[in-house]
């Protein structure tokens, strides 16, 4: 069930990530297009700048679901199993009353940000742009808590989330030449 | 005192494993929630959001999804046959494409990790293969994919230029000739070690193969040309040379190498969404931290406290390189680039030290601090590719990082290094 719920939930914030970072591209592609053209639209600047924050917290969403943000794990791993766990509970524990915190002052700014809206789109108010903060912030919640047993178990362990990264970084590489070298071969 | 509080549960919270990101969020509604003042929990909410809509930083992602097409398209492989068609005949020559590919590669995606990744493991079995110690074949990929960081396109140059408010196309142009002298360095560090080693030439000199390789990488080699041609030419700026850049790529991967498929490409663009969420919310967190500093008056009072003491530029550079170093050891280049830069600028400017010189210091420093452990992490996926230990690693590193060292010096103490070319801009 916790294991359906976190596959929907990571299916549907790549999604958005990808239509975000589609349409961040397509943008600056069409506005630079337009500007040799002599048309420069006027929405560019705004639009883009909206886009780059709405992906920078999915996208951070989608990288806390998957244990990615840079991090110092160093001294965690190298202690008893205890205090190890001990304090990766803490570490948890702060992230989760942080983006607490986050949700419930960005959720109440939007009763504010409403009566303002995007000057190039007049129908889009400053509450739908700037909801991305709460949401965003519920989400890393829930993304904590669903993947707070594999963190626990990694620190149980000693296994270091940044050696993880190289270990997975280096098969992908190594993944992608043998392809390639499949494909020179069939060449 | 503030600063010096904020500094200890910053290294506390970081090194009790919290994101640090998120580290510097909280210290930042702690400063903002115990000490007086007009801002409010409600101002950091709003700070996060608008800390992310800070227009230079759209070539980010843009930057990040061409650097990671570049690593899955095929297009390192080509470039290391065609590097290797070049220079590969010079004793140590193996080493010398490492380090050609590193500077024309590296650096480009968010990830340092990945593009060390995508070299090293085509470079560092076939150096092995060819007499190369490990650590000597590790300690050459490392230097050389770290000193790429101050050769455009970069993203801690693009970090730096946002939060510095500085020009980013002057940073990209103020790190060519600091680049290039240091590649031109680690090469020549790197002959001499094969002389003594007697390490053994890459291939011998075939200009049928280098025409050969040269047609197979023709594509790859357009890549910096549109990105480098079009921006240091004016024809687009630094974000439209990036959206260039991923469509160039694109086409590439697609159509010309066709390397790319829907599968790969959709995984492609979730790393870089990924990249982009850690280094944008790290970018987000410390819009918050600068919103508690300012009220606090901390970069003021520090730039007052030092300047009471000195207003020498050469003793501020030092200190200045002095601190970045040490942070450089602990932090990644991104989050050390994002903490002490809005911290350090009021004191840079008090003491007349040019924004344009002090970022490419500030980027060599993060290049160095790559290849310093604890936290050093091109140093580290390095070692794993070549199966070497860090310490001994870090011992055959010596004579590359002196390089580093040498060339971080000679830039801050001759600005004209990285200032020359930034005259012809305007």
Known sequence: ?187 | MILFLTTVVLIGLILINVPIAVAIGIVALGGLVLTPGGATLYDMAIALYSGATSFPLIAIPLFILAGNLMNTSGISVRLINFVSALIGFVRGGLGMVNIGVSMVFAEISGSAVADVAATGTVLIPEMKKRGYSRTLAAAITSSSASLAIIIPPSIPMILYGAIAEVSVLKLFVAGIVPGVLGGGLLMLVTYGLAIRYDLPRAEGFDLCHVWRSFKEAFWALTMPVIILGGIFSGIVTATEGAGLAVLAALVIGIFIYRDLDVSRLRKVMLEGVSQTGVVMLLVATSAALGLFLTQAQVPQHLAQQITEVTTNPLIVLALLNLLLLVLGMFLHGAAAIILVVPVVMPLVTAVGIDPIHFGIMVTLNLAIGQQTPPVASVLITSCSIAKSGIWETSRANLPFIGVLAFILLLVTYVPQVSLALTGYLQ
Not at chain 1, 82 to 108: D, K, P, R, T
Not at chain 1, 147 to 176: C, Q, S
């Open chain 1, 1 to 187: 069930m916790v294991a359906t719920i976190e596959k929907l939930l990571l299916w549907l914030i790549e999604t958005i990530c990808l239509a975000l970072l589609v349409t961040l591209a397509l943008a600056v592609i069409y506005s630079t297009t337009m500007r040799y053209l002599g048309a420069s639209p006027s929405w560019y600047d705004e639009i883009a700048s909206v886009l780059l924050a709405w992906l920078t917290y999915f996208g951070a969403a989608y990288a806390l679901f998957l244990r990615q943000h840079m991090s110092f794990g160093g001294l965690v791993t190298a202690l008893p199993r205890q205090a190890a766990i001990a304090l990766a509970l803490l570490s948890e524990c702060l992230v989760i009353g942080f983006f607490a915190v986050v949700a419930w002052y960005g959720n109440a700014v939007l009763a504010v940000a409403k009566w303002d809206s995007l000057l190039s789109i007049r129908w889009m108010t400053l509450d739908i742009v700037q909801s991305v903060i709460p949401v965003s912030a519920v989400l890393m919640i829930i993304g904590t808590l669903l993947t707070m047993p594999r963190a626990l178990k990694n620190a149980a362990e000693g296994i270091d989330a940044d050696h993880a990264e190289i270990e997975h970084a280096i098969a992908e590489a190594e993944r992608d030449n043998a392809d390639a070298a499949l494909k020179e071969g069939h060449k």
